[in-house]
C-alpha cells in the first residue's frame, strides 16, 4: 500500500492550464499570473517530444490547420512558439506548488519524472489518467508522486465502491471527476477508502461554491479570482 495522502486543510486551487481565463492557455506568464491572483496549484496536460522533451499542450497535435502534426514527432526545437517546456515552468514556479498534469501519453511519464525529480519536485506532482493500470504501473517506479484518477460518474461499470476499493488497493490517491458528478454520498464514500476527491471544469462561482461546501480536496478551474472568491465566500458563512 502506498503512503496515504493528508488532507488539505483546504481545497487546492488548480488554475486549469494555467487559469487560461486570465491569459493564453498554458503560457509561462498566465502559469505565474495565476499564482499571483491565489491560485494554490497548476494544472495542465503533458505531452512528449520526439527527442523526449515533455511539453505542456492541450491536443496532441499543433502547427497551422492543415499542416498538424503531432506533438511527438516533432523536435522540441521545432514546436511552435509558445509552447512551454515542463522544466520551464518549473524554473519559474516556486519549488512545492502542487502541479496537476493529465497524462494523455503513457509514454511520456519517464521524462516528466525525470524533469521533476531534478526539480526536487516529485513529492509535489500530481499525474491524472482515465487508466488505473497505468497509474498502477507509475506507482511500480515512482512511490512519491501523486496518483489521480480521472473519470466520468458514467464510465464507472463495477461501481463506485467496487472503483474505490480497486483503486485504494493499488495505491492510488484521489479520483476526479466533474463538478456536475459530484455529490456529498459520493465524496462519503470515497473517503471511506481514504481517497481525495477533485473536480474539474468548476468555472462559474455557483458550481465553485458547491464543491467547497462539499469539501472537495482540489478544484480544476480557468478563473482564478473565482476559485478564490468561492473558497473566501465558504469562510466566511458560520
Known sequence: ????????????LFAHRGGRAHGPENSLQTFETAVRLGATGLGS?????????????HGRRVGPALRRRPIDS?????????????????????????????????????AVLEVARRHGAIRSLWLCHTDSTVLADIREVERDVMLVHSTHIEQIDEG?????????????HAVNLPEQDWSAGLVALFRRFSL???????????QIERLVALKLDGIYGDHVARLVDGRAARRSRP
Open 45 to 57: 496536460e503533458v505531452w512528449c517530444t520526439a527527442d523526449g522533451v515533455p511539453v505542456l499542450h
Open 196 to 206: 481525495l476527491c477533485l473536480g474539474w471544469d468548476a468555472q462559474h462561482p455557483r
Open 74 to 110: 516533432m523536435a522540441h526545437n521545432h514546436l511552435p512558439d509558445g509552447i512551454p517546456a515542463l522544466d520551464n515552468l518549473y524554473l519559474r514556479i516556486a519549488n512545492g506548488i502542487p502541479l496537476s498534469l493529465e497524462v494523455r501519453d503513457s509514454s511520456a511519464v519517464p
Open 160 to 172: 463506485p465502491e467496487r472503483m474505490a476499493a480497486d483503486l485504494s488497493g493499488m495505491g492510488i
Open 1 to 12: 500500500m502506498s503512503r496515504f495522502a493528508e488532507r488539505p486543510v483546504e481545497p487546492i
